[in-house]
């Protein structure tokens, strides 16, 4: 027998030695190069074992805390969970060591362990009772099993807190010796700033965020700095992103306050402000349209801001002068330039880009409108379809709405690749006004004589394509609103009114509308409220379509008309000049033909001066007719032109310009009466 028998020795316990099993099986869990297990030994408080991070070799001093919880068998929960109770002096004694710290319970039976943040806990209990705290345990559920990827997402969590600790006593220690007191910020990500770090970022990267799209950033990071003192530049950054957030009188009040200490204030600052002051003040009504005009004329020449302006000055002289036969190309060639031109920000390049898609997509849509005006005239000229122009017309028109489409792919991938927001959505509001506007164009604007062999745009069902188009506006709408541009979600809104209006959804057309002129209440847009204002008075694409062509129709009449009475006086002249034929000159005649009033018989000696009265001023032409004639050949003119260059029939009927075309016809008829230069019969 042992001599131990007969001692007097300390007893083991079955607690103990689970607890020590439990320790000696976790261990190997965390690995040593990534983790030092350092065991509570003194006086045990409820922390079994505290761990500290290494890395890359280093020790780091960034510690967790540890309470192990162990049982020889328990029964899951219907969840498969398992429940401790855990008293609340516990609890309380981790919160207050600042530290990480982690519940781990040890399942001997299953040799699983558990474990649970334990601010995941405290939250869980927050949820249940405010007053948690009053109670003297609480049931900790749970149901994570540690294995190598909860150890991994441990590490990465310690990490970051302690990291977001150690800057955060930085930051304390540095603001604490400033003159002023400065906020610091941290997040439930445990993202650190501080206030001075915040005015830093604005000022140097504020206006590029704005020009990315982002600056409902800009407004979120200002709204964390104190109201004491900045910039001249901070201020004026701020009210730029308050202005592209269509917070206009926040805008405003930033530009006063910038302008309070001139001191700091550069050219490029002042330009800055007088620009987007002036925009944000047109756009609630301060300013009048022409002034608005004035003010950015006066910027053109800003090296700052000819980026911002340039395509704005463009647009509006295109405008000014659309109904010149090269304002389209003009516009063109500048605006591509600009999209094209990589010194200026990528912002400015995608506004020029966007610009150009609407503008090119409306000038091919004018084009259709009066290109098959044009066909109906000829062919109710003709009396039947004229197939070949027809088709010539229809292939042309769509080979360059295909090459319209390319440079909307491009430009998409373009807008997509830099991760431009605001250039994306207006790229696609663009895109849908000038679909929308194809299809009324289309629908509206048709060729008036049927041919069942010639399939056309206007016979294709469109309903799909027009609820797409007022889907896509609402979607646009609605991430606009949501990021703050409300002027663009306005005019998104107004597209989507705009559609359902011509689908005759009124009731929903009007829900829209209540919801624009809602936003144009809330934010104060009077310039918004003008533009809807003549939008739900007057009419969108498709009534000024229809006003177009009523005027038409009434102008036609109006000039069959006074066709009828050009006719009339011409006819009545040659019936004088009938009557007149006793009194014909007997010297020797040459002829022209004046295409499409007949023949003309000019003494040779007068021949000037006939020509004189067509008004043909080329020499070339001139010599060319006289050789004709004198060789007994007969030349002909074609009158329709307003300026004759060549001999010949040109065109033909196709260079009638309509009633200005016999207005012209007839002046030249009279001229001829009363200069006695007969029309004569000739086969």
Known sequence: MSILHNMKLPKTSKQEELEQLSKDRLRPLFSHASFEIREEVYRDKGIDLTIELKHNNFYTNFRFLIQLKSTESKSPNKDDSYSWQIDTSNIQYLLNGGLPAYYICYVKSIDKFYVKQLNEFVRELSLINDEWHNQESHTLRIDRVLNDELIKSIYDEVKTRCEASRILNDRLHITSHDKESRKVHITSDYDITDEASIIEYIEIFGIELCNQGKSSLVVSLSEK????????????????AHYHSSNYFEALSYFRKSKVNRSDTGIKENDYITLFEAKAKFAIGILSYQEYKEILKSLENSKFLSEYTKTMVVVNNYLSNIDSEDSFPKFREEIVKIGEDYSISENARFQAKCEYLYYWGD??????????????????????????????????WGQIYLEWESYLKKLEEELHEADNFVSIGICKLQEMKIRFQTIVSVQTIKFELKNSN??????????????????????????????????????????????????????????????????????????????????????????????????????????????????????????????????????????????????????????????????????????????????????????????????????????????????????????????????????
């Open 225 to 240: 700095v104190t109201d004491t003192p900045k910039s001249t530049q901070y201020y004026a950054t701020v009210g730029v």
């Open 363 to 396: 000038y091919l849509n004018t084009q259709y409108i009066q290109n098959v005006a044009m066909i109906n005239a000829i062919e109710e000229f003709d009396e039947q379809i004229n197939s070949s122009i027809r088709q010539k017309f229809i292939n042309g």
């Open 454 to 683: 010639l399939k056309l745009l206007q016979d294709i069902d469109q309903d799909d394509a027009l609820i797409t188009i007022s889907n896509n506006a609402a979607n646009i709408a609605k991430r606009f609103h949501e990021k703050g541009y409300v002027d663009n979600a306005i005019v998104a809104l107004s597209l989507r009114y705009e559609v359902l209006k011509y689908q005759h959804k009124n009731d929903n057309a009007e829900a829209i509308k209540s919801e624009i002129l809602s936003l144009i209440e809330e934010h104060s847009l009077k310039e918004s409220l003008t533009k809807v204002s003549h939008l739900f008075n007057q009419g969108g694409y498709h009534d000024m379509l229809i006003k177009m062509l009523n005027d038409k129709v009434i102008k036609r009449k109006n000039d069959i008309e006074e066709y009828k009475n050009l006719v009339k006086e011409m006819e009545e002249l040659d019936d004088k000049e009938e009557q007149d034929s006793a009194n014909t000159n007997k010297e020797d005649l040459c002829y022209i033909q004046l295409f499409p009033i007949g023949h003309f018989g000019i003494p040779e000696s007068r021949l000037d001066g006939f020509l004189d009265i067509l008004a043909i001023d080329s020499y070339k032409l001139v010599k060319a007719l006289k050789s004709m004639m004198e060789n007994r050949i007969i030349p002909v003119i074609n009158i329709f032109k307003r300026d004759i260059k060549e001999e010949g029939y040109g065109g033909g009927m196709y260079d009638d310009e309509g009633i200005e075309s016999w207005r012209r016809i007839r002046d030249i008829r009279a001229k001829l009466f009363e200069a006695k230069f007969k029309r004569q019969n000739i086969r």
